[in-house]
């Protein structure tokens, strides 16, 4: 005799393995990937912090 299973179970875990691949594939094909993500939130930090950097403090161009 066969083991014993929850088919409610069973369903849901197949129905989300699809999911996770069809996800995994759509990554694949049209995403960036995590480390792409990483890269450019990181470049794009580095960007403002550069641009804070040489910003002019109002408070300093009133004559005293």
Do not use: C, F, W, Y
Request: no cysteine; net charge positive; glycine share 4%.
């Amino acid at each position: 005799m066969g083991e014993v299973i929850n088919l409610k179970a069973a369903r849901k875990a197949r129905a989300r393995a699809e999911k996770a691949s069809a996800a995994a594939q759509n990554r694949a094909e049209s995403g960036q990937s995590k480390a792409d993500k990483e890269r450019d939130r990181i470049e794009a930090e580095r960007r403002r912090r550069t641009l804070d950097q040489h910003r002019r403090d109002p408070d300093e161009d009133e004559p005293a």
